[in-house]
């Protein structure tokens, strides 16, 4: 396979097209925003479009699709919601019944396609401002929890905001949260600082979500708003219909992650 | 009638309320942010949530009801959107049919409440800051104009953006650029200053909405993304019914403008 790293967003979205691409998407087209995926039924759209509107931090809205169309034409010109990840998640009631790597069988004239910022888009800058991601250096997932944070519900979504977590130093983490200020687009600056019992995570080894990292000496676990949240809270009203991405494997914009 | 410029947001929606105040609320309630307001049926209220998402400027939402729920829940504690406020318009396919000073017997249980942000939030602190507020000075209605800045169309919901204008030294506009930044939820920053024929407004003496303000020698006007975009984009959908509130009625939250 082609090396996708220095691959624009387009490029990558031709990949997963073409099935040239199925796997996951982290340190691909770098530099372009990558986007988590919600695909749900128009008669509940707005009680989705409401809960990301109540819960900005976790639910960032990046574009939001008209009911039939899959394409989101404000981020990614030409992009096809359908074809364009490499890899899909079909929920019905509740249940994971289909991982495809296309959903043109499923598309129907009544659905709304969700895009929503994802934490890739700030590690990068991170990294160059010299804090450490340590789920990178470690080729790990990062480890996400469930939090006693209620979000604020509407309609048939409610739950509690999901968070994911990296260790760094104070002196780190007051930098992170001047380099997150740039992104409200992509969950923006942490949601807490320290102690995890305050958001009730009693065991940091046992994350709910993705994979356990190690916490140095010295360091301190600093959490932010994770988008998670809108497909837990997705998957707990037990649709009829969810589409997601595999957790992931993600849709790659083509908008500059600087620009956000 | 008692004098409401040093009431609660409360106290003003009480009186809104009890039918003790009918009339304009400009000037009332001082310190707290005043919104818009606009109803319409749940099956289009997604179309209308999807263009206030992708036109923030113009409609920056500071709360959405649940579908059949007067109560706007997150700005404003017990109250009531049927009856607190002074004065309603209700249309039916686009044509004024009402100006009720309740909607009580209109309300059912598929009406959606959305609120949106007034330039009212930001006066006050731009007369603070030393920038004068024209259309204030000679207890008018500010001008506003249609503009040739298309919105983002969502669904049913399409047209241009509308602006309100205030004339200004240019040292005032930079003052009140700085001023609005802090209203990101009053519409913010200016959208123009300068000639407006840039707009493709032709003649400042003939508002398309409100009254005309005097500009003076060395002032330049200045433009901001207007809350009656989208009362005029969702009155050119000629929808069955549209309630909005009457212009300068507005709902009074209990949100502090120094907040915001």
């Known amino acids: 396979m ?10 990558v979205r031709r990949a997963a097209r073409s099935s040239e691409l199925t796997g996951p998407t982290p340190g691909l087209a770098r530099g372009y925003v990558q986007a988590n995926l919600v695909v749900v039924p128009r008669d509940i759209a707005f009680d989705f479009l409401l809960f990301c509107q109540r819960n900005p931090k976790p639910c960032p809205l990046l574009d939001v699709t008209e009911p039939g ?7 990614a010109h030409s992009a096809d919601l359908r074809t364009d990840l490499p890899r899909y998640c079909v929920y019905r009631h509740g249940e994971l019944v289909d991982e495809p790597t296309d959903i043109l069988s499923l598309w129907r004239d009544d659905l709304v396609g969700f895009l929503l910022g994802c934490s890739f ?3 990068q800058s991170l990294i160059e401002a010299g804090v450490p991601v340590r789920h ?16 604020r519900p509407a309609g048939v979504f409610r739950g509690p905001m999901v968070v994911s977590m990296r260790p ?15 992104f409200p687009q992509a969950h923006g600056v942490p949601v807490h600082v320290g102690d995890p019992a305050i958001l009730d995570i009693h065991d940091l080894d046992k994350p709910d979500f993705g994979d356990p990292v190690e916490v140095r000496p010295g360091e301190t676990p600093v959490f932010w708003a994770c988008g998670v949240t809108p497909q837990a809270v997705a998957l707990a009203a037990r649709l009829p219909l969810l589409i997601t991405h595999k957790p992931g494997h993600m849709f790659v914009t083509d908008l500059s992650a600087a620009d956000r």
Chains 1, 2 share one sequence.
Do not use: H
């Not at 082609?2 to 490029?11: F, I, K, S, Y």
């Not at 169309?69 to 981020?75: A, C, M, R, Y």
């Not at 990178?136 to 979000?151: F, K």
């Not at 760094?168 to 740039?182: I, K, L, N």
């Open 2 to 11: 082609r090396d996708l790293r220095e691959a624009t967003g387009a490029e």
């Open 121 to 123: 888009t700030f590690e």
């Open 69 to 75: 169309s899959p394409e989101p034409s404000s981020v």
């Open 136 to 151: 990178l250096e470690m080729c790990r997932n990062v480890p996400m929890y469930r939090t006693n944070i209620a979000c």
């Open 168 to 182: 760094m130093t104070p002196e780190q983490a007051a930098t992170a949260t001047r380099v997150c200020a740039r």
